[in-house]
């Protein structure tokens, strides 16, 4: 199983962008019961979380985010998203997408190879 982050960019404040992760190599059943999420980490900082969204579609932000970011998902097309509107300079981080996958007893965690975003002041 793969994730692959696409849609980052360069955007001046107050600006708008959507990231996409598709997710490779998972059948129906498991993606659409799984949670998936976006993390990101700026420079010198830790990773943080951004959102989940849980297969009953369920939704949590981190409170840097709320009202400005929105994370959905379309099952059929193993893809999930993040909608950014009224970007700030301090979003500018290396966004990672993640999922776990259960695998009997064992869980593994699954991230894509990160899409960088830089909102100029």
């Known amino acids: 199983v793969q994730l692959q982050a696409s849609g980052g960019g360069l955007v001046q404040a107050g600006g708008s962008l959507r990231l996409s992760c598709k997710v490779f190599?998972?059948?129906?059943?498991?993606?659409?019961?799984?949670?998936m999420s976006w993390y990101r980490q700026a420079p010198g900082k830790q990773r943080e979380m951004v959102a989940t969204v849980t297969g009953s579609r369920d939704t949590n932000y981190a409170d840097s985010v709320k009202g400005r970011f929105t994370i959905s998902r379309d099952n059929g097309k193993r893809t999930f998203y993040l909608q950014m509107n009224n970007l700030e300079p301090e979003d500018t981080a290396a966004y990672y997408c993640?999922?776990?996958?259960?695998?009997?007893?064992?869980?593994?965690?699954?991230w894509g190879q990160g899409t960088l975003v830089t909102v100029s002041s």
């Open positions: 190599g998972m059948i129906l059943s498991e993606f659409s019961g799984n949670i």
């Open positions: 993640h999922t776990i996958r259960n695998m009997g007893r064992n869980q593994y965690d699954l």
